[in-house]
């Protein structure tokens, strides 16, 4: 199995996080998000593990927020000793809400409203990561007009690239996010922030992709930022106290993906930062890390009940499920890979192949394509989707009016509702 949360029971159920499947389908109906709340603590622990044998002193895992959130997820952050990011008021609000300490915040994207910034003052974010130099004053000018320091780090873009898909590429020159290295504008942005008097900079932020499996893309990132440290010191003797090497550690979404071993790969990020400063005689940085995926993808799984089965001779199958793009668009966005599972047959040989697809009115609307499954399966069955923790909820839409499903949470060998199913009520709320 993909992973240690999944297994076949006697029964031929799919059991998850050692709860039975079906039998949670039947209890909170479908389409239904589950999330391993004890899966979720156990990768949460293998980063600050991590980050405290192998990193600087001060150094934090952030986790990003947009992989996932909702109220619940931000205390258990709390509990966790996390730090988090955010790209957008309503990630703040939600944490604000759950009690979460934002002063561990760190504020992100590449085009923050001056109503943004306000709000994120007035809720006492911690950190903001500036992506240039408009942004650099419109946060000086609300500092100011409070009377306090806000501390910031630069988004710098290192120009590497990571070899994943384009949609979650982000560290090359021409990206949207941030000031490229190569092009001077780091530099530039870097002796400009330095001359307001309402910015403490603390340093430099990048991220360079996401589902990265590549060998040592870490290492050379943090290599690349730590000679632009020493440059910026060197320039305008600025000495960055924190390095934020941004998110983007993969994960397997089917068998034939090999995992990662994060703490390896921290222990070996931790060996580069701190050659690099010896040899570039550099005080060592706080290192912050923003896992979103790694943290929460493979703590989630999608339950779909199956309604028609369609067979065209000769052609294709097709098994429509009662969710589909609105709950989970990454198919349809990235044609990304996911394994399923009919729940209720796991003891059955998986003699037919089959697209599972939504209930949406897209010919693109498709979970996953070419998927084997039992030939008996019919109307009815539970259709299990794994590894949807991430960018699913976070994701989810209300296209055709479709009301977004429930969060359960499965911890201890009980089951919690964090995020109630949405009512055909709340979709008219805003409605006049
Ligand atoms: C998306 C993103 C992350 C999280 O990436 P994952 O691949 O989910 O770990 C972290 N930081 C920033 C700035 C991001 O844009």
Redesign the pocket.
Known sequence: MICDNIRTGKNGHLYFAGQDTVELAAKYKTPLYLMDEDKIREKCRIYLDAFEHFLPEGSRPLY?S??CSFKQLYRIMTEMGMGI?VVSPGEIYTAKEAGYDLTGAYF?GNNKTDQDIAYAMDCGVGYFVADNMAEVDAIEEQAAQRSCIQNVLLRITPGIDPHTYDAVS?GKVDSKFGSAIETGQADEITGYTLTKSHIRLCGFHC?VG??VFEEDVFERVARVMLEFVRDMKERYGFVASQLNL????GVPYIEEDAGLDIAEKIRSVGRVIADSCREMELPLPAVMM?????IVADSGMTLYTAGNVKRIPEYKNYISVDGGMTDNPRYALYRSSYTCFIANRMDEPCDMTATIAGRCCESGDLIQRDVKVPSATTKGDIVAVCTTG?YNFSMASNYNRIPRPAVVMLKDGSSYVAVQRESLEDLCRNDI
């Open positions: 990003a947009k992989a990011d992100h982000t991220h996401s589902q941004g998110g983007g550690y923003e896992p979103g995926r790694s991430a």
